[in-house]
């Protein structure tokens, strides 16, 4: 850069040998100039990553690379979370990033600490969450089940609703459940664009219905019967 000023100052941001002249002109025109030469010193270095897309869950490892005069370095993850002195690192990124980007920094340091250089560099995280509910987890035999889909970043679905039946809709059609027991339904989803996948597995209970009996089914009017009733948990008479 040029600057007008009697006095200049200005930020070197990497080490090296730089030459700075200085160019006075009087008002009739005359000019002199005069140059100095001299060092910025301290700590360079760069670090590569494995991947530049990762999913949500999954790790990245980073690499120094083209160092010098580094006498001790620290990585922050920018999650919370740094650390010292070890390379190559390997480290598992489980939360979304504002904008799906992730930003993480090394600073390497010169001998006592003197000078200081941070490097950051950039890669994105992908989110894919399995996320499903029933209507009701808990049915009687042949009560059709409801399931909401609620994953997110999903472009592709896998049920397996566990009663023969599997489904590639987003929502599956409601089904019925003939057999008294439980169930582990399970959604498979992907986002096909970045590969990223997710499991869910959630219970579903099938149970009997409740029975009522009576000791006579045809009777005269005034006589009495005994009903009786099984299988619930809590009974009303109407």
């Not at 560099?121 to 059709?144: G, L, M, P, Q, Y």
């Not at 397996?160 to 019925?176: I, K, R």
């Not at 089914?217 to 109407?238: E, I, K, R, V």
Request: a negative charge; glycine letters at 6%; charged letters at 20%.
């Amino acid at each position: 850069p040029i600057l007008p000023n009697e006095t200049a100052k200005w930020n070197y941001d990497n080490p090296g040998i730089y030459t700075t002249s200085l160019i006075e002109r009087s008002a009739n025109g005359c000019a002199d100039t005069l140059e100095r030469t001299f060092e910025i010193v301290g700590p360079e270095a760069d670090f590569d990553l494995s991947k530049n897309d990762i999913c949500v869950g999954e790790e990245v490892t980073f690499t120094m690379k083209d160092s010098a005069n580094v006498f001790r370095f620290v990585w922050d993850f920018k999650d919370g979370k740094s650390v010292d002195d070890i390379d190559p690192i390997t480290h598992k990124f489980t939360e979304i990033p504002a904008n799906g980007v992730q930003t993480v920094e090394l600073i390497v340091f010169s001998q006592g600490d003197v000078c200081s250089f941070p490097i950051e560099h950039t890669f994105n995280i992908h989110e894919v969450e399995a996320r499903f509910d029933f209507i009701d987890s808990t049915v009687c035999d042949n009560v059709k089940v409801q399931f909401t889909n609620n994953s997110i970043g999903a472009t592709s679905y896998l049920w397996d609703l566990q009663n023969g039946s599997t489904s590639t809709s987003e929502n599956p059609a409601d089904q019925n459940y003939n057999v008294i027991g439980k169930y582990d339904v399970s959604l498979i989803i992907q986002d096909d664009i970045n590969g990223c996948v997710d499991t869910i597995i959630k219970e579903l209970e099938i149970l009997t219905r409740p029975v009522i009996t009576a000791t006579s089914t045809s009777m005269c009017f005034g006589d009495s019967s005994l009903l009786q009733a099984s299988g619930a948990n809590t009974y009303l008479w109407d």
